[in-house]
């Protein structure tokens, strides 16, 4: 298994930017992993952010956030990134990592309906006007 610890949170005002990490540990090298980041706003289910293979070679985002966050990963550093641009309101949220060990190759299929078997403890981002 794998442990996850998400950092980076905070407050900030409408148009800024915020780098959310998420660090990974335990007995299996971090790049057999693919990992997603997701975020639950307050009155709302949780929903899919980004995601990101196991080499970083293929992302994928959001409608929401398309064009303003980055989902990155450093598998020599065990971390995983979420650069958010362009900030709004509406991205207030807790905001999650999650990794997955994908053994039978299925993430690639559908990357915003994947189901990830690890979480963190989550990270308050909150937007201001």
């Known amino acids: 298994q794998v442990q996850l610890v998400e950092s980076g949170g905070g407050l900030v005002q409408a148009g800024g930017s915020l780098r959310l990490s998420c660090a990974a540990s335990g007995h299996t090298p971090f790049s057999s992993y693919v990992v997603g980041w997701f975020r639950q706003a307050p009155g709302k289910e949780r929903e899919f952010v980004a995601g990101?293979?196991?080499?970083?070679?293929?992302?994928s985002y959001a409608d929401s956030v398309k064009d303003r966050f980055t989902i990155s990963r450093d598998n020599a550093k065990n971390t995983a990134y979420l650069e958010m641009n362009s900030l709004k309101p509406e991205d207030t949220a807790v905001y999650y990592c999650?990794?997955?060990?994908?053994?039978?190759?299925?993430?690639?299929?559908?990357?915003?309906?994947?189901?990830?078997?690890?979480w963190g403890q989550g990270t308050q981002v909150t937007v201001s006007s």
């Open positions: 999650a990794a997955d060990r994908d053994e039978f190759r299925r993430w690639y299929i559908s990357p915003q309906k994947y189901e990830f078997d690890y």
């Open positions: 990101i293979s196991w080499s970083g070679g293929r992302t």
